[in-house]
């Protein structure tokens, strides 16, 4: 679609509706509360079943830290995303709900696509993993399906209760490379994210040798996933229908995140060095290592500016 | 535990040794737009002479690139937001909307948890945000040196 096109509209009857069956089937109260996880998987899936043909929803959506999710402020102004509690989103309804002049063949589709989609994932903490699995079939880069799975695997063993320590790094190693290595380096969206991939390869692969580097291994990993991210969001296989502007306001946003990235690889890198001394001969950790001390210095002049204080 | 997302007034991005622990400081840190407007302001005017357009530019471009290098993102206010800072300057009684509309739309940002923000006026915020979420530069680099 072309960028700047897509207006969000209140009145857009199917992705109103939409929203609205999903809170009605699976959400709960007056305001239909829904689980924010199950809305965002349930809304995706419709939205890959119904396809772009004459019942699509138009879904504004993008792929993010925890898959596919929708795009808030393109939604709807009656969907509301509800923080009371902190430690679960839940999306809710504000209004009536009453659809009486929608109908025809795309609200049949709509129907019957969420009746399916409720019987295979019947609304409940249990089905959510199933529901992430199945969205993630579809993601647009291989890497991602690959860095899931990487991320299961430390799951896996921190939820045995196999203390990190005492995990075998070799069961880790052989995936956190062939997941770096599917990472998509050709894409140009994905240049400044690309940079990063050798030294993060680099020491993760020593850090797994050690018996005590698989857990700052990981917490690497998920660093290195989140300024990803940032990036994933405004590719054009990995976002649709979301407004111009919103992809504008996140492109704006990307070099102040590989600002905070590089200076937070950077401070995490020196650490590890002191605690990890066979990082101190790879290439791309030293060359990385350098970046950032330059880009320190740079920033350093920048503070003498006589309009600051203190 | 994650760091809370930080959201900044216009008095504290110009306070260098801040803006430092900014640039080492990895998380969530917020400029909401009316107070970019404020702090790029102060910023043009106190550089030296801006007498046309380019020198402002300049002076603007360095600007933005003290806060891309401290991870400092510039934000919108969306529609919820807007309506926390309505409903600050209806009900806060004492800071009228003429002379305070920065600090109601900051507050209007910060309202949701759990945004903290940054500011050296506590007393302008301490109507409209719980103190466990309002802190001043110093305070917040002592808490997450």
């Known amino acids: 679609m072309k960028r700047g096109a897509v207006q969000r509209n209140p009145l857009s009857p199917s992705l109103a509706y939409a929203s609205f069956r999903v809170m009605e089937l699976a959400g709960e109260g007056r305001d239909r509360l829904t689980n924010g996880i199950y ?12 396809g772009r043909g004459p019942s699509s929803i138009h879904l504004p959506h993008c792929w993010y830290f925890y898959g596919d999710e929708v795009i808030r402020s393109a939604m709807p102004y009656s969907v509301f995303w509800d923080h009371s509690d902190e430690t679960l989103t839940r999306v809710g309804w504000r209004g009536s709900g009453s ?14 696509q969420l009746e399916e989609i409720v019987q295979e994932f019947p609304p409940g903490n249990d089905v959510l993993t199933q529901m992430i699995d199945a969205v993630y079939s579809y993601a647009p880069f291989d890497f991602q399906r690959k860095f899931r799975s990487l991320k299961g695997e430390f799951y896996d063993l921190v939820g ?50 050690s018996n ?35 992809l504008q306001f996140w492109e704006e946003q990307l070099d102040a995140r590989r600002f905070d990235y590089l200076g937070l690889l950077g401070r995490k890198l020196t650490e590890l060095q002191r605690r990890f001394p066979a990082l101190q001969s790879s290439d791309s950790v030293s060359e990385l290592s350098a970046s950032w001390s330059e880009a320190t210095s740079e920033f350093n002049e920048l503070l003498k500016d006589p309009a600051l204080e203190g | 535990m994650p760091h809370p997302p930080l959201v900044i007034d216009a008095d504290s991005i110009r306070d260098r040794s801040f803006l430092y622990w900014l640039s080492v400081h990895y998380g969530h840190k917020v400029l909401p737009v009316i107070a970019y407007v404020e702090s790029g302001l102060y910023f043009a005017r106190k ?26 993102l510039v934000f919108p206010l969306n529609r919820a937001e807007v309506r926390n800072a309505v409903k600050s300057a209806v009900l806060v009684e004492g ?22 923000v940054v500011t050296r006026n506590k007393k302008h915020f301490e109507k409209m945000i719980p103190p466990d979420r309002l802190m001043d530069p110093y305070e917040v680099m002592d808490a997450w040196p």
Request: glycine letters at 4%; hydrophobic letters at 40%; proline letters at 7%.
């Open chain 1, 212 to 246: 005590s580097g698989q857990k700052p291994a990981y917490e690497m990993l998920i660093d290195f996933w989140e300024f990803f991210c940032y990036h994933l969001r405004t590719h054009h296989r990995a976002n649709e229908d979301a407004p111009g502007e919103t």
């Open chain 2, 47 to 72: 550089g030296g002479p801006v007498d046309d357009e380019d020198a402002v530019e300049e002076r603007l471009q360095k600007f933005d690139d003290i806060l891309r290098r401290a991870g400092v």
């Open chain 1, 39 to 50: 809305f965002h998987k349930a809304m995706s899936l419709l939205h890959r079943r119904l």
């Open chain 1, 160 to 209: 045995s209760r196999v203390v990190f320590e005492e995990a075998t790094p070799l069961l880790l190693r052989p995936t956190v490379s062939a997941t770096l290595s599917s990472f998509p380096r050709n894409e140009v969206v994905f240049q400044a994210v690309t940079t990063f991939v050798p030294p993060i390869q680099a020491t993760t692969e020593i850090l797994l040798e």
């Open chain 1, 99 to 112: 659809f009486s002049n929608f109908s025809g063949p795309a609200k049949y589709e709509i129907d019957s």
């Open chain 2, 95 to 116: 800071l009228p909307w003429a002379e305070h509309k920065m600090d109601h739309m900051i507050a209007g940002y910060a309202a949701i948890a759990p945004r903290v």
